[in-house]
């Protein structure tokens, strides 16, 4: 992965933002609801300048980065991945993000740009999603397939769709927040989520006030812009449900790519379309992941070495 330097290599603003970026998971109700929140500022950052995106297209996919990122709490396994994709007939056309056990998150929109007469105009995210599906996709190293789930789009709200998804799919009381806050120049100065959901044996009326609260924490991002920390929210908002932390690991904005995997990918093209790409270029020749946006480019002299 090529990942675009946002600290101007300044080390220490880039360790102290990495630092924060975490996912915490913690019980609530005598153990009988879980639940994670998930800090994602310097995540939602790099994202968008990587995949060079401005403030509506950051807030939308911004959202499912953290989405998948409060999904991965549920991983048992480094190795397994679990992926949040979207395909509808409005202007955000679709996105694919994936999450991993190792806090990796990369995805993309379907459109590299969202085609709104005047953004400024729009107030509800869900009238940019229009009719479609949701998906979610859970790859596990000890199941021999996939398991995948899919529902109709009701909310045009990746949090309330994907409430909907865990009610309809799996029968769980579940309920999100994702958020993403922008100060007045339009830049990401707050990012992260949270996440609940019923265990067995859950009392209903309990249930009820985590939904209340849950519900009342109207920007994630602003209180994390303001310096409040994940733990602070949590052990203070549900207070009244006895919370208890349990562990916490990281979340960064990460894709496995690289130059040689590119190679590998250039190796696999047909012998045709290899000898012309070696003889006619266009030089260099460019090779981007949609996932996270890194562009790999290979003079003429490497591909004739390539292809010897």
């Known amino acids: 992965m090529i990942k675009k330097d946002i600290f101007k290599k300044d080390v220490r603003e880039q ?14 109700a005598d153990r009988t609801i879980k639940g994670a929140i998930v800090h994602t500022t310097r995540m939602v950052n790099e994202m968008r300048a990587n995949h060079e995106l401005d403030p509506l297209e950051t807030l939308v996919l911004g959202q499912a980065y953290i989405a998948a990122s409060l999904l991965m709490s549920g991983l048992k396994d480094k190795n397994d991945r679990v992926s949040l994709n979207i395909q509808c007939s409005g202007p955000i056309k679709g996105l694919d993000v994936e999450s991993n056990g190792y806090g990796e998150v990369r995805g993309y929109l379907k459109t590299g740009r969202i085609e709104v007469k005047d953004p400024e105009k729009v ?71 949270i996440f609940l959901q019923a265990l067995p044996g859950a009392d209903a009326s309990k249930l009820v006030d985590a939904e209340k609260i849950i519900q009342s924490i109207n920007s994630l991002g602003e209180l994390f812009s303001k310096g409040k920390t994940p733990e602070e929210i949590v052990l203070t908002e549900f207070s ?69």
């Open 123 to 193: 107030k509800y995210l869900s009238t940019l999603y229009g009719a479609g599906f949701l998906t979610v996709t859970q790859y596990s190293e000890n199941a021999p397939t996939p398991y995948s789930g899919q529902i109709a789009l009701e909310q045009g709200s990746i949090a309330e769709d994907l409430a909907n998804y865990f009610l309809i799919s799996e029968q769980i009381p579940t309920g999100f927040r994702l958020s993403v806050f922008f100060d007045d120049t339009e830049d990401v100065k707050g990012a992260g989520g």
């Open 240 to 308: 009244s449900l006895d919370p208890k932390l349990m562990d916490s690991s990281r979340v960064e904005f990460f894709c496995r790519c690289s130059r040689d995997r590119m190679e590998g990918f250039l190796k696999g093209l047909p012998k045709a379309e290899r000898a012309d790409m070696a003889a006619n270029g266009p030089f260099p020749v460019e090779v981007r992941c949609h996932h996270c946006n890194s562009l790999y480019q290979f003079t003429k002299e490497e591909l004739t070495t390539l292809y010897g």
């Open 15 to 28: 360790f102290k933002a990495s630092a924060k970026d975490r996912i915490y998971r913690f019980m609530l």
